[in-house]
């Protein structure tokens, strides 16, 4: 519970109109009130997570938000970042999010750090407020959040998001678990999809920033039971909810300082290691690729390694579709094979990006299958190609 001096939090006319549905819950009151203005709160990305949770703070009436972010608004965002609007596409998302914050509520203070949290600035950042909320979608942000929070001794509200499922806690509040509790050790890179590869339902967004939106909320009126020590799980096909009980394990490391998260969680090595795969692995540009179907090769097999609802999107004539987790799991390096048999004996590999192709391409070298990589994927294909290829 935090312990502001509330006899300098004063109310105004307006604002007791504005709160007034606040203002008669017996558990809120005036007192309440005078808290949400007096705290301060920091939010940590304006994706999916953030956008919600942030209309709810200003509206509630939050007299402190900050936001952390350096993305720019991308018209696939509109999905389910819903307080960016399409007349901010191309802008920095921090911008998008305070215009709008102060559409809803011209009583707050926003600040605006326009910056990736590093280990350098996360504490000098993080410091001024009294809580933290996670908005981020990658764990060496998240770790990094969790141990200046730690470190600094702020609540640290947490949620993620996945296709259809989601989870939230809070963490290091009361002397409760941190996220290293939930997971001691990060995943291998690459073993969790993005949402950008597996995608999201939008909506799965608002109703998991609206719990940390909530115990954010709890937790300054100092109300309630929080999610501190357990694990919410949600699963919106199922519209089902479950909870996992966590506790401090007494032999977790002592967190004394930040580190390198990039290295901590292998991000650094697996960037290495595919970049040292790329210089090895032959590419092409999507210019190049146009030039070989323009002079009529016959013998080249343009392998798409995507999702199959993904090439229902969109797809390059002529392509064919073996996804990647068939060739992770051997029967799709039989159909390869057998298409460079019967079609010819050329093999060019895309993807969306060409990180996947790139992956792809690895496997079916150690198989004995060389091919090339098309740099930039389908994306570059539609971009620099063929306009009326859907981006996605």
């Known amino acids: 519970m935090l312990n502001p001096n509330l006899d300098e939090v004063q109310l ?13 819950l017996p558990e809120v009151g005036l007192e309440g009130q005078k808290r949400l203005k007096a705290a301060s709160v920091l ?5 999916g997570l953030g956008s919600p949770l942030l209309l709810y703070l200003a509206a509630a009436g939050i007299g402190r938000i900050g936001i952390v972010d350096f993305d720019i608004v991308d018209s696939s965002n509109l999905q389910r970042q819903v307080i960016h609007g399409t007349s901010w596409v191309g802008k920095p998302k921090i911008e998008s999010a305070k215009n709008r914050i102060l559409e809803i509520n011209p009583y707050c203070q926003v600040d605006l750090y326009e910056t990736r949290l590093s280990s350098e600035n996360a504490l000098e950042i993080i410091k001024p407020y009294d809580i933290v909320v996670d908005g981020t979608d990658n764990f060496p942000t998240r ?3 969790n141990d ?16 259809f499922e989601g989870q939230a806690t809070v963490f290091n509040y009361q002397e409760g678990p941190n996220y290293r509790d939930l997971y001691p050790e990060p995943p291998p ?3 969790v999809p993005s949402c950008a590869e597996g995608g999201v339902l939008g909506v799965l967004c608002g109703i998991v920033g609206t719990i940390q939106a909530t115990e954010t909320i709890k937790i300054i009126l100092g109300q309630g039971n929080t999610l501190s020590g357990r694990l919410l799980l949600y699963n919106a096909l199922e519209m089902k909810f479950r909870e996992l009980k966590l506790r401090p394990n007494p032999e977790r490391p002592v967190i004394e300082e930040l580190i390198d998260y990039e290295f901590f969680c292998g991000v650094t090595q697996a960037k290495e290691e595919e970049a040292k795969r790329q210089m090895e692995m032959p590419e092409m540009t999507v210019q190049e690729l146009k030039q070989l179907f323009d002079s009529g090769a016959k013998d080249v097999v343009l392998l798409d390694v995507r999702n199959p609802n993904e090439y229902e999107i969109a797809k390059i004539p002529g392509s064919v579709l073996v996804p990647l987790p068939d060739i992770e ?5 039989e159909k390869v094979k057998s298409l460079l048999n019967g079609n010819g004996h050329r093999l060019i590999a895309h993807c969306k990006m060409g990180g996947r192709s790139a992956k792809a391409l690895g496997i079916l070298k150690e198989a004995g299958i060389e091919g090339t990589n098309v740099k930039g994927g389908i994306a570059a294909w539609s971009q620099q190609i063929d306009p009326s290829v859907p981006e996605y």
């Open 148 to 163: 200046a929070c730690v470190l600094l001794d702020k609540p640290n509200v947490y949620g993620s998001i996945f296709r």
């Open 12 to 24: 105004n006319k307006e604002e007791y109109e504005r709160y007034s549905r606040h203002l008669i």
């Open 329 to 333: 799991n051997g029967t799709g390096i």
């Open 143 to 145: 770790y990094l959040v």
């Open 43 to 47: 939010c940590i990305g304006t994706g």
């Open 189 to 191: 890179p690459g073993m």
